[in-house]
């Protein structure tokens, strides 16, 4: 479709792509044109450094301010909301889990699942919350 033209698509953790994109800036070697992370806390220090080209996609205008730069340099594409969802059926006789410290609860320990939050810096959140 587009000869000539070679597309590298990388996936892997945000935690490793924005290590990865420091280590570029700081060789001088930026491969990247487009770079999408799960949070945006890194974009406004690579905005400061000079490191992003501003762009503002058609829509751009309606996009909330807290999810962007005001310049166009990063924005988010999605916002994920955190919820709580638990199976009634499996907690103990009037164990309920409403709020994130719910899960400090004694009776609740070795029966919650959770990414490690080394490696998910959203449930590395979740556990700020608790």
Same mark, same amino acid.
């Given at each position: 479709?587009?000869?000539?033209?070679? @597309?590298?698509?990388?996936?892997?953790?945000? *935690?490793?792509?924005?290590?990865?994109?420091?280590?570029? &800036?700081?060789?001088?070697?930026?491969?990247?044109?487009?770079?999408? =992370?799960?949070? &945006?806390?890194?974009?406004?220090?690579? $905005?400061?450094?000079? !490191? =992003?080209?501003?762009?503002?996609?058609?829509?751009?205008? #309606?996009?909330?301010? !807290?999810? *962007? +730069?005001? +310049? $166009?340099?990063?924005?988010?594409?999605?916002?994920? $909301?955190?919820?709580?969802?638990?199976?009634?059926?499996?907690? $103990?006789?009037?164990?309920?889990? #409403?709020?994130?410290?719910?899960? &400090?609860?004694?009776? &609740?320990?070795? *029966?919650?699942? @959770?990414?490690?939050?080394? +490696?998910? +810096? #959203?449930? @590395?959140? #979740?556990?700020?919350?608790?």
């Amino acid at each position: 479709r587009f000869p000539g033209i070679t @597309l590298n698509i990388t996936i892997d953790l945000s *935690k490793y792509h924005d290590v990865a994109f420091d280590q570029d &800036l700081v060789n001088n070697n930026v491969q990247i044109d487009s770079i999408i =992370l799960q949070t &945006l806390h890194d974009f406004p220090r690579w $905005a400061q450094e000079g !490191a =992003l080209l501003n762009y503002a996609p058609a829509g751009f205008n #309606a996009i909330d301010p !807290a999810f *962007k +730069d005001t +310049d $166009a340099a990063w924005y988010g594409v999605y916002i994920y $909301a955190w919820s709580i969802i638990s199976s009634t059926s499996k907690l $103990a006789n009037g164990t309920t889990v #409403a709020e994130f410290t719910d899960f &400090l609860k004694p009776e &609740l320990k070795d *029966k919650i699942v @959770l990414t490690y939050p080394h +490696d998910d +810096d #959203a449930v @590395l959140y #979740a556990f700020d919350l608790m």
